[in-house]
């Protein structure tokens, strides 16, 4: 069954500093990933999505994310951070061999930014 | 666009009362999933529905929830009897599928259930 895991619950940078979350799955057949953001009282907000056509995503307010096979890692980065990028991320799978629509969700990052 | 609308944003209830959550997708998107987020467990995906059809309620918790979509632009969640274990955050979330590899799902911005 496919899955999906977010190393740290918490992660904090100072402002202007790298943002790494990573992101493992697992899947016999890589499959679709998708990076989300939620700010606080508010719902999910697409970052960007690994579609197999590259595997540098570029995403939007400057994040991206690389797709390693043979990592099953599908990382999310920002080069410098910014104290706006203070929310929960959640990374998601879905399975697209199973047949089925559904995502699998991560349990989720909160990064916090340090002034 | 209009994006998701749920509606109650907010709903305070007390034990053992009814309560209906209301979602509008995305003119559109033929998909629509019901999901629960709270701090244990994270988000779960509740149920999902693909041209009004439910096609996946192993996520509902128990017989207390039931999930409806009379038609394309509207769905139902509800909760009859309530109980404090139901207090959570739920997100409505919609797409369009098949369509557009990879089935980005658009989530609305949840209603905050609490009961008492």
């Known amino acids: 069954a496919q899955s999906v895991t977010q190393l740290g619950s918490h992660v904090s940078v100072s402002e202007g500093a790298l943002v790494l979350l990573r992101c493992n799955y697992s899947s016999s057949v890589p499959p679709y990933l998708f990076w989300y953001v939620q700010y606080p009282n508010q719902g999910l907000q697409l970052l960007l999505k690994y579609t197999s056509a590259a595997t540098l995503v570029k995403g939007i307010n400057g994040f991206e994310a690389e797709f390693k096979k043979s990592e099953t890692s599908f990382h999310l980065t920002k080069p410098s951070a910014h104290m706006s990028d203070a929310a929960e991320y959640f990374c998601a799978v879905n399975d697209k061999t199973s047949g089925t629509y559904k995502y699998i969700f991560g349990t989720g990052t909160r990064l916090k930014v340090l002034a | ?116």
């Open chain 2, 1 to 116: 666009d209009a994006g998701v609308i749920q509606s109650p944003r907010h709903e305070v209830t007390e034990m053992g009362q009814e309560v209906t959550l209301r979602c509008k997708p995305i003119s559109g998107h033929n998909s629509l999933f019901w999901y629960r987020q709270t701090m244990m467990r994270g988000l779960e995906l509740l149920i999902y529905f693909n041209n009004n059809v439910p096609i996946d309620d192993s996520g509902m918790p128990e017989d207390r929830f039931s999930a409806k979509m009379p038609n394309a632009s509207f769905s139902t969640l509800k909760i009859q009897p309530s109980e404090p274990r139901d207090s959570a955050v739920y997100f409505c979330a919609s797409s369009r599928m098949p369509g557009p590899v990879p089935y980005e799902q658009y989530f609305g911005p949840g209603t905050r259930l609490t009961v008492t």
